[in-house]
């Protein structure tokens, strides 16, 4: 029906979530999966691997007028990253809710970053913005094949 169509629809934003070189050294890659899969999340895609700074300049671009970009790039090419992509509803939202504030000592315990880290520019995740930070992320991180089109045995006890 007309209606099935539209929740299904709303079940099916996506967001790009990643686990940073500080988070995979300190051995949180376990953790920060499992959260969004308890939460009831779908894992759309997902890679372990170093990319050069000329790819994370690009992720970044929106951030090149601040002084701070020259590092953070540099930092986030320094060694291997999780970047995955999470499906449901109001993922995008909630994926930067569960991530916490960007200064970490302004993230509630609780969240990724409330509960792991201290530091800004050691906040170990990053989630996407907006649905259209998220649509461009998940273009420039993932080829089309490599998302994967799959329907959890769980949806039916997940979404009403
Ligand atoms: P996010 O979307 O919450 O990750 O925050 P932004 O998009 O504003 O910034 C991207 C990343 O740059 C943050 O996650 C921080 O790791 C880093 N960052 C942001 N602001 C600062 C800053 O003022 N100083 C430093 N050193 N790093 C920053
Ligand atoms: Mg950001």
């Known amino acids: 029906s ?74 986030m090419s320094s060694g291997p990253v999780v970047p995955m992509v999470w499906e ?15 200064n970490p000592l302004q993230s509630n315990p609780g969240t990724i970053r409330g509960d792991f880290c201290i530091d800004l520019g050691r906040n170990i995740c990053h989630g996407s913005d907006s649905v259209d930070s998220a649509n461009k992320e998940i273009a420039l991180w993932f080829d089309k094949t490599e998302l994967a089109s799959w329907s959890m045995c769980t949806g039916d006890n997940v979404y009403e």
């Open 88 to 102: 449901g509803k109001d993922v995008v939202k909630m994926g930067r809710a569960m991530l916490g504030a960007t």
């Open 2 to 75: 007309r209606f099935t169509t539209e929740v299904m629809a709303g079940n099916q934003e996506r967001t790009f979530i990643m686990i940073k070189p500080d988070g995979v050294q300190r051995g949180l890659v376990g953790d920060i999966i499992q959260r969004f899969e308890k939460r009831g999340y779908k894992l759309v895609a997902m890679k372990f691997k170093q990319f050069d700074e000329a790819h994370l300049k690009q992720h970044y671009i929106d951030l090149a007028d601040k002084p701070f970009y020259p590092k953070l790039c540099k930092f």
